[in-house]
């Protein structure tokens, strides 16, 4: 799964990335409206964590023009504190939900979790298929109700194949999905990932389906 961040107060912007990395995301960060646009327009993310007050162009400019142009991404909006009249004009512009600074961290992240669940047609923090377990609160997976251990990138493609249980995913698609922008892809390494998830989930755990791309197995 993979998250945008946007926004300008750099400290507050490093806290979200990290909280988010923790929790197994790949994320990206813009600083201005122009960068997010730039952003939301080339790659695909899994959520939007956006501020409304932003140089360039603004939070709320922003949206719109998403939404406009179809980008259909859950967006989660940053309101300034007591300000009921961004939250409703955020709401009606097609935000998703909103949280209003100062804010918890956890609390941010809990409603992306709940976004994500939403737009994927989940209903529990908890995701099974077969005797596998993606707790995604804790960001951890378990065998049998044993924990297997996985690195950041191995969670994201399981995380990624449990959210969307019932279809096939591209090999494309899962590479745009556990990327940051910055970093150096290649679809090959989507296999080795695969490959080595089979190796702790079992040989069965992931079906490669011929010329389209990867199943979670039930
Ligand atoms: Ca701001």
Redesign the pocket.
């Known amino acids: 799964m993979r998250l945008l961040i946007v ?3 750099a400290l507050l912007a490093r806290q979200l990335a990290g909280a988010a990395a923790a929790a197994g995301y790949a994320v990206d960060c813009a600083h201005d409206g122009e960068q997010a646009n730039f952003l939301a327009g080339t790659e695909e993310y899994d959520a939007v964590i956006l ?1 409304l ?2 140089p360039k162009m603004d939070g709320l400019t922003l949206l719109r023009q998403w939404r406009q142009s179809g980008i259909a991404t859950p967006v989660l909006i940053l309101t300034a504190r007591g300000s009921w009249h961004e939250k409703v004009q955020g709401i009606d512009t097609g935000a998703d939900d909103y949280v209003s600074k100062p804010f918890q961290v956890e609390e941010v992240l809990a409603r992306i979790r709940a976004l994500i669940r939403r737009a994927t047609g989940n209903f529990t923090t908890e995701l099974r298929a077969g005797n596998i377990t993606l707790d995604t609160r804790a960001a951890r997976a378990t065998l049998g109700g044993i924990p297997v251990k996985l690195t950041s990138h191995e969670f994201r493609v399981l995380s990624y194949l449990m959210h969307h249980q019932d279809r096939v995913i591209t090999r494309s698609e899962l590479t745009e999905h556990i990327y940051a922008q910055d970093f150096d892809r290649d679809s090959n390494t989507v296999e080795v990932f695969v490959a080595r998830l089979r190796r702790k989930l079992g040989p069965g755990s992931i079906e490669t389906v011929r010329g389209i791309g990867y199943r979670i197995a039930q």
């Open positions: 926004e300008d107060e501020d007050g932003l």
